[in-house]
Structures are given as C-alpha cells and as structure tokens.
C-alpha cells in the first residue's frame, strides 16, 4: 500500500476502535453466552485436553464448530470469567479483519477512497454491532478474519501459483469452516473474484478453469454442509416444513433480502431477536423479487463494462443463501450478525457505483460525497447508541421489549437473567408474559414453576410443574419429563 492508503486506514482503525472500546466494560448477556461459556463445563474450565477433544468430538449449542469453542477456552484460559477482556478479543477480530479487507480490495483494485468506503462501512455500520459487541459471536469475526485471510493468499496464488500457496488457501479456509459453517460460499466467492476484480475470467473457457481449480474447496464445502445440516438437525434447531412450510420460507428469503438492503441504507429499531412471523406480505415478497431481477439483469447487460456490478450483487445474495432461511434454523426471520460478510457486496456496489455514475470534478461528484459523509457520520453515531445497549442483559432486553412488548424471546431471557441475579419477583411477570402467549412451550412453564416455588409460592408452583409436565409430555420432550418428575416428587416430599 502506498502511504496515503496506509493513513487512511490507521484514521479507519482508529475510529473503529473508539467507537468500540467501550464493551470493554460490558457483561454477558443471555442469549447464548451462559450456554457459550458461563455455563459450559467444558469452556469455563479453560483449556483442558477433555474439552479440545469435547470440542471436536460434540456439539455446541446446536453447532459444531471446535475452533470457535476453543477461541472461548482460550479466553477463560486468559481473564477467566471475565466478560470484558473477551469483549475487547471481538474487537481485536473486528479490526483486523477491517485491515484484511483494505489490503484485499486495495491490492485488488488500486483505488484507496473506493476501498476506504467499503472498508468503512463494513468497520462502523450498526449492522454490524451485534458481530462484534456479542460474546457468543466470537464465530463471526473469527470465521471472517480466516475468510479474508484465505481471499488474500488465494490472490497470493494467482501472482504466483504453487501447491504450497493452494495448501494455504485450503488451510486458512478449513479454519475458518471449523470457527463457522458460514463459510461454505467462499469457493463461490473466490470464482467470483477472478471474474472481478482480477479479471482472469473473461471467457466460457476461464470460467470453467476457475471452477476446476476450486473443485478441491468446494468438495470441503460439500462436506461441511452435510455435517452441519446433520448436527443442528440431531439438535433440533432446524425447523420441519410443518412447523414452516417450504413456500413460506421462500417468501420469508425474499422479503428479507429486501429488508437487509433497506436495513444497511437506514438502520433503525436494530434487534438481536426478530421473531418469525410466517408468511411474509405479499408486497414485501415483491419487492424482493423485483430487486433481484432488476440487479441480475443489470448485472448481465454491465458484464463487460462493468462487472463489479454483477460481482458484488451475488457476492451480497450467494454469501446470504446459507442463512437466508430456507433451510430454518432458530427461530428468527432475520439476524443482524448476518449481514456481517454479505454486506461487503453491497458496499462494493454503492463505492464502485458512486464513481460509475458521477464524473470526477463534477457537481454530482461533490454533492455525492458530501451526502455520503453525512450519512457515515449518521452511521457512526447509530453504531456508538447501539454497541451502548449491548453494555448487559437488562439494559439490551429492556431495549428491545420497549419497542417490541411481545417479544417473547427476549422477555424469557430477560427473566432468567433478573432469577440468576437473585431479582426472582422481577422475573415472574416476564415468565408469565412468555406463558401466555406460548402456552404450550414446556421449559418456559418449568421456569415459571421455578419461580414460583422461589418466591414462596409453593401451590401455584406445583400446578405450572404439572402442566409443564403435560406439556413436556405431548412435545415427547423425555428429558424435560425426567427433570420435571423429579422436581414434583422433591416439591411433594414424595
């Protein structure tokens, strides 16, 4: 990099980290950090051999992804159960991967402001927040540092192809596919990549070179996505197209790549849980269906004079594909953190296509810039409210119940974290809220029960433990039955 570019990017770097260093006094929160590493017998425990081999051996909240769990051993290994320094790991993550893209792009392309945009949209947009200022996330940026690490020396290969320099590339990618199956799409991205901006494909010839050559890593694609489609279904995290139908879920995807791009242009009322509401509108599912059209064909009528168009637009719709819902897991319609690698196909677009459609000099160029900077500095301070939220459970749950009152999600999550504090009578009312609207969910009944009996309540304790029973019971939950007999016959003295 020149010494501009190298400029550029410290003033990126250092803003990044200022609008962040504050999670550094942040705690966990209960969404998948107790289950992540408070909670987890074999991270809490540091690094020990039992665990490493846990870690390649099991599952880890539905998920099997070994270096990821290691990344949290390693942590506790460190600070202990310290959630601070842990936090400020993500962001060391986060930065790094903010000068892995620079140098990509810019090495690339040699255009230092049209990389800085990118660059800086994906270091500072408040999409983005919930990658980084979330414990349990560590995945992402860990898995995308290895992304943008195997991009690198795959470009590193294409300077000068060795079998040393393609082991590396196949390497840096089975990290990154051990830290998140999210990286299945990176073969797609690379073939992608020699389209635009290496431009080794320019005929029906190149691209079938292109694919020969990523035969190896999409063989580990393959294999990977198997594995994972096996685990989260073993774990029950995938919902059946009876609880889902097909036809909703793809209605579902394309509304919601919709909502993701009107969600990176104006990112208001952000959530960490958006629950899925079934069927989409019919005019949402339009619009999706609309804007995918009109960019691929855009994309085809530019593929010669323009084909970072083409290259960014599936960047964006291929990386989301894995997790767009199609196949469901959870119970989100959409998540935030997904945006996190996709994004840099939109950004791509909106910084090439700024310069495409404006001359340099001119009016429209200037007032391009100008509204462009008004809008990141709106993005800054969006993304500096939002990483304040995620300062711990209550102050984030508190958030999103103020504008979502029946999100039953976070009204349960808030309710453990208030018991596991001690704060049992501020939780009830939340359990009963989730209660009510999910009448037959067992473990949320078996939780209200706790409650009760907590608060000295033992009657009303003991008849929410048997309707979590009968619940438990027609879900053919066994082993939710197991705990709740249990607790009966300790509350019954029997």
């Known amino acids: ?103 990509l792009l810019h090495a690339a392309t040699g255009s230092t402001w049209r990389t800085a945009m990118v660059a800086g949209l994906f270091a500072l947009h408040p999409l983005h927040v919930e990658s980084v200022a979330w ?29 040393l320099r393609y082991v590396s590339v196949a390497a840096l990618f089975v990290l990154g596919l051990l830290s998140k199956p999210m990286l299945v799409t990176l073969p797609l991205v690379l073939i992608l990549w020699d389209a635009w901006p290496l431009g080794r494909i320019r005929s029906t010839a190149g691209f079938k070179a292109s694919v020969v050559e990523k035969l ?61 509401q079934g069927a989409a509108p019919v005019w949402a599912i339009a619009l999706g269906v609309l804007g995918i059209v009109f960019v691929l064909v855009l994309a085809w009528a530019w593929r010669e004079r323009r084909p970072w168009w083409g290259v960014a637009w599936l960047w964006y719709l291929g990386t989301l594909l894995p997790v767009i819902g199609l196949v469901q897991v959870g119970s989100q319609s959409r998540a935030d953190r997904y945006t996190y690698v996709p994004m840099i196909g939109l950004a791509i677009a909106f910084a090439w296509g700024i310069e495409a459609v404006t001359r340099k000099g001119s009016l429209a160029r200037t007032i391009a810039v100008q509204l462009v900077v008004i809008w990141g500095l709106a993005l800054v301070a969006i993304t500096v409210v939002q990483v304040a939220r995620w300062k711990d459970g209550p102050t984030l749950f508190g958030y999103v119940l103020s504008r979502d009152p029946d999100n039953y999600q976070i009204h ?23 209660v009510r609207g999910l009448p037959d969910r067992a473990a949320s009944r078996f939780n209200l029960a706790l409650a009760y009996l907590q608060t000295g309540d033992r009657a009303a304790g003991i008849a929410e433990l048997n309707r979590a029973l009968d619940s438990a019971r027609a879900a053919g939950n066994g082993a939710l039955v197991a705990t709740i007999e249990t607790r009966l016959r300790e509350v019954e003295g029997r």
Not at 6 to 23: E, K, M, R
Not at 73 to 84: C, I, S
Not at 149 to 161: D, F, I, N, T
């Open 412 to 434: 349960e999550a808030l309710a453990v974290e208030l018991a596991r504090c001690g704060n049992v009578p501020a939780a009830v009312p939340h359990f009963e809220h989730v």
């Open 1 to 103: 990099m020149n010494r501009r570019a190298s400029w550029v990017l410290i003033a990126l770097c250092a803003l990044t980290l200022g609008v962040y260093l504050q999670v550094g006094g942040h705690d966990f929160v209960n969404l998948d950090d107790f289950d992540y590493v408070t909670d987890n017998p074999n991270v809490n425990a540091g690094l020990t051999a039992e665990g490493v081999r846990a870690a390649f051996t099991g599952t880890h909240s539905a998920n099997w992804h070994p270096l990821t769990t290691l990344s949290h051993m390693l942590d506790v290994q460190l600070f202990g159960l310290d959630a601070g320094p842990m936090h400020l790991l993500n962001v060391l993550f986060h930065l790094a991967n903010t000068v892995l893209l620079f140098r």
């Open 135 to 163: 414990i349990s996330e560590r995945k992402d940026v860990l898995s995308t540092f290895f992304w943008l690490a195997a991009m690198l020396a795959y470009s590193a290969w294409v300077r000068r192809p060795s079998v």
């Open 216 to 276: 190896p890593l999409l063989a580990l694609s393959v294999a990977h996505g198997v594995v994972t489609l096996q685990v989260q279904g073993a774990a029950g995290a995938t919902a059946s197209s009876y609880t889902i139908p097909f036809a909703t879920r793809v209605g579902n995807a394309l509304a919601t790549y919709a909502r993701y791009v009107q969600d990176t242009i104006a990112p208001v009322g952000l959530s960490p849980s958006y629950p899925h």
